[in-house]
């Protein structure tokens, strides 16, 4: 990526051409990124180091819009690719380019500072000790892959807004093998953070050791009627698949059925559901979304009860309300759309895991997840396959190898009684979704 | 993208001098350019929404040295992007390259825009949407249809090498029908024309309410449907025999040459299969594209390779997702050969159990040999005859026993699977392709339910 600025963007945008007397808009943007990837394996250790630089256009006209993306070396050609698709994209209502962002002003937009390669080996050889040290001679790191990465981005629009703001990102994907006697058990986890610094290697570290040695040293369970608590690292995963219910208009029919058209609760009165960019231990970090607007923190269940939606510049026009800055671009290739940033059930009024864990009378701890959750929202179904320990008066009995957890989300939801203050992060979608240890006593099938 | 490769050679004595000139005694090493072109589309129960185009252009250099690689990727695909990539490389590496160029100027780098042939292509891929859905009522859909072509090449320290240019038409999304949702995937490299017939007839199929009859879970007889067989090989074998699995390699590299299936079984991943997706003609590290043997007459013989894994016996399947990822062996179309039995053969074969139409998703861990496949649509059989169709589920059971439990015969012809596309591992996609018979497994463990 070179240093310093050009008029590239501005140029693109001046390009467009755009007929305001008939309804025309445009909006250009710019990134500029720069990572590295380190793996390490079995076979050595590989080194990636990408930069990149790209351009994107959208041209609006009477609620239709086209895109055209391409690097620097062809932004040339971008409004006449956008134009001839514009003429045949369908019209949808609140499509146009956004107006001015209060306390924005232009800037040039530099390029990202190159991540320390150094630090991040270091980082690797932390966990990989770590792992080590946590599994007591059982565990052994098959891979570790981590990138981490900055970039900055620059969003103009012919209505008037003109933003640059930067953003970092880092990824942990490690693959662990468990191994007692002869059986083996092998698990990839991943992890994510704003820096390097930020990744929560000790937790990440037991928790691997977790996933492969309960399944090989437990008991299997049938499920059984008791108290079910899950682990954050559990139920995380099941609150990031609740996010497209609340995804700009598109969710509301879906919402309106699983509530009866908001006449019963979505959840628990314990249960408040929050997207929020800022929350301090979220794995993203970010000031603005993909189309400039700044990010809000929004309550999508308030107690309980659905309260609002994610949207980006068009679907707040059609809801008629304010934009969140939910508008995401996974790559410059990509128009944005509506996704999470930091997607959690709040813990604000939560209290210590150790407090819900004497709690539980009879029934199931759920420590870790054993494959992907299924979660089907429009057929109101669940299926968790996890292990974790059978509790009785608080004391852990025994492990469990595998169980399954299932039945319907809504109840799921509406019968959560107690919420713990230990938030955690898992990646989901285009951020991350975190929860705090769930407690749902009297669960059918725990 | 029909010039890309011509445009890719008009420096290519520079770039080989460049390349050759990066690399020092005892490290490996080449470019890869790569230009691709999408046109997506986003398409509801309505008709066709939002246009997207995008063409990304990408130059990485690689090397290789004893266990260490290193990859700069740039953006661009011309001489500056890999002069710049190459100061990179050598700042990280060591050595000092040599960046002279004897001037060969570079056209055609300007952006190959639509022209009027794409709007042509918009108004038959709404008339295709059209005719597969001509009664959308009740049906809710979210689908991204994208026409795609990917050029590239590699620039060795002896000379340029042409991947090819593939092109192929890509739908992903979800159906939706009152509170039954069903994710949808199709793929195929064929021509225009024929794509979009094919897509309109998976289309069709997949909208169509989904059963409510459920399956019975447990042990079960299973006949695979051609498209379906192709899913299972994919998983169940492919994946295990993708070389550098670690240290413990996978269920079946640790038993190399046993018979684990039976006899008159051939099993090949095949890239210079030109109607397959996973088609290339030298693969993203130049070795010329061949089959590779994984299993013959039911016997493990062997794996698909890149040169980290097999240095110069690479087997030509080295292959990465994009420019910014480095090649590792994968997959590319797994053939399968014919057997003599008609569907009713394996039906009447099978008895009492299940036929699989269509598995929308699967995934196996080679080291333990696990997998699962995700069936969306399947009838049962009862008595060697079709019956009642079935909702979603899940089957499940471990590489050698399903490979134990095959059946002797198999079906009498292949045809390409529509349903196999992207095959993402690592989260990294490579477009693959495969052509199986249909085949009957007994005693495959059914589980409801879809993730």
């Known amino acids: ?446 | 993208l029909s010039d890309a490769a011509e445009t890719f050679r008009q420096d290519a004595e520079d770039a080989v001098r460049i390349v050759s000139g990066l690399l020092r005694r005892g490290e490996g090493g080449e470019a890869f350019r790569e230009r691709r072109r999408r046109v997506t589309w986003t398409a509801n129960e309505a008709g066709l929404l939002a246009p997207a185009f995008a063409e990304e252009r990408g130059t990485a250099v690689r090397l290789r040295r004893g266990r260490e690689s290193l990859l700069v990727a740039r953006d661009g695909d011309g001489p500056e992007a890999l002069r710049e990539a190459v100061r990179e490389a050598s700042r990280r590496g060591g050595g000092s390259p040599f960046l002279k160029s004897r001037g060969l100027e570079r056209v055609g780098a300007e952006i190959e825009v639509p022209r009027g042939d794409e709007e042509e292509r918009a108004v038959q891929l709404g008339a295709a949407l059209h005719r597969a859905l001509p009664d959308p009522r009740g049906l809710s859909l979210a689908l991204r249809v994208a026409r795609v072509t990917v050029s590239r090449v590699v620039v060795t320290a002896r000379q340029l090498v042409t991947c090819g240019t593939v092109r192929r038409l890509e739908a992903a999304g979800v159906l939706r029908r009152g509170h039954a949702a069903r994710p949808f995937a199709f793929q195929t490299s064929a021509p225009w024309a024929p794509a979009l017939d094919m897509f309109g007839r998976a289309l069709a199929d997949a909208a169509r309410p989904v059963p409510a009859h459920r399956v019975t879970e447990g042990s079960v007889n299973v006949v695979f449907s051609q498209g379906a067989a192709s899913v299972f090989w994919h998983e169940a074998v492919g994946h295990p025999l993708e070389a550098g699995g670690g240290e413990r390699g996978s269920v079946l590299t640790r038993v190399p040459r046993a018979a684990v299936a039976p006899p008159g079984v051939f099993v090949t991943s095949d890239p210079t299969r030109g109607d397959l997706p996973g088609h290339y003609l030298a693969d993203d590290e130049g070795t010329p594209a061949s089959p590779a043997a994984l299993l013959t007459d039911g016997c493990v013989d062997g794996q698909v390779t890149d040169r980290r894994t097999a240095g110069g016996a690479s087997n030509g399947h080295a292959r990465c997702g994009d420019f910014r990822r480095p090649p590792r062996p994968r997959l590319s179309n797994l053939v399968v050969s014919p057997g003599r039995a008609s569907r009713e053969d394996l039906l009447a074969a099978c008895g009492n159990g299940l036929y699989v139409r269509e598995i929308s998703a699967g995934h196996a861990d080679p080291e333990s040999g696990r997998f699962t496949l995700f069936v969306e649509s399947a009838d049962l059989v009862r008595k060697g005859a079709l019956g009642a169709p079935l909702g979603p589920f899940v089957l499940t059971s471990d590489v050698l026993t399903a490979l134990r439990n095959l059946h002797a015969e198999s079906g009498d012809a292949t045809h390409p699977a529509s349903g196999l596309g992207l095959c993402v591992k690592g989260g990294e996609g490579v477009a693959v392709g495969g052509a199986s018979p249909a085949i009957l497994i007994r005693g495959l463990t059914a589980v409801r339910g879809r993730p």
Do not use: M
């Not at chain 1, 989300?409 to 898992?426: C, K, N, Q």
């Open chain 1, 1 to 446: 990526v070179s240093a310093g600025a050009d008029d590239l963007l501005d140029r693109l945008l001046a390009n467009a051409r755009c007929d305001t007397g008939a309804g025309e808009s445009a909006e250009a943007y710019e990134r500029r990124g720069t990572s590295i990837e380190i793996v390490e394996d079995a076979e050595g250790s590989r080194l990636s180091v990408v930069g990149e630089r790209g351009f994107a256009l959208r041209l609006f006209r009477s609620g239709r819009t086209a895109f055209a993306a391409s690097p620097p070396d062809a932004v040339d050609g971008l409004p006449e690719a956008a134009r001839l698709l514009l003429g045949r994209a369908r019209a949808r209502r609140g499509v146009r380019a956004a107006g001015p962002v209060a306390g924005a002003g232009a800037s040039a937009l530099l390029a990202p500072h190159a991540p320390d390669e150094e630090s991040a080996r270091a980082l690797l050889a932390s966990f990989r000790s770590g792992l080590l040290a946590a599994g007591e001679g059982a565990v052994s790191l098959s891979e570790a892959i981590l990138t981490t990465g900055a970039r900055t981005e620059r969003v103009a629009t012919t209505a008037g807004r003109d933003v640059v703001f930067g953003s970092e990102t880092t990824t942990l994907v490690a693959t662990v093998t468990g191994r007692t006697g002869a059986s083996s058990a092998s698990a990839r986890l991943l992890a994510s953070a704003t820096r390097p610094e930020e990744l929560s290697l000790a937790g990440l570290a037991h928790h691997a050791v977790d996933r492969v040695l309960l399944p090989l040293r437990g008991r299997p369970l049938a499920p059984a009627r008791g108290d079910l608590l899950l682990d954050p690292t559990v139920a995380a995963p099941v609150v990031g698949r609740l996010a497209p219910a609340f995804f700009g208009d598109d969710g509301d029919a879906l919402l309106a059925s699983r509530t009866r058209d908001g006449r019963d609760a979505f959840a628990s009165p314990l249960f408040s559901l929050v997207d929020d960019a800022a929350v301090p231990a979220g794995p993203v970090k970010a000031a603005h979304d993909g189309e400039g607007t700044p990010h809000a923190r929004t309550v999508l269940v308030s107690r309980g009860i659905a309260a609002g939606r994610l949207t980006d510049a068009a679907a707040a026009v059609r809801l008629e309300q304010p934009p969140t800055g939910n508008a995401v671009r996974r790559a410059y290739t990509e128009p944005p759309e509506i996704g999470i940033t930091n997607l959690f059930v709040d813990p604000s009024a939560g209290v210590p895991p150790l407090d819900l864990l004497r709690a539980l009378a009879r029934g199931l701890y759920a420590a870790v997840l054993l494959s992907r959750p299924e979660v089907d929202f429009p057929g109101d179904r669940f299926r968790l396959h996890v292990a974790g320990y059978w509790i009785e008066k608080g004391r852990a009995r025994e492990a469990v190898s595998e169980t399954l957890v299932e039945g319907r989300l809504s109840e799921l939801l509406r019968s959560i009684s107690a919420v713990g203050d230990d938030l955690r992060f898992v990646p989901s979608g285009t951020g991350g979704a975190g929860s705090p240890t769930l407690f749902i006593p009297k669960w059918k099938g725990a």
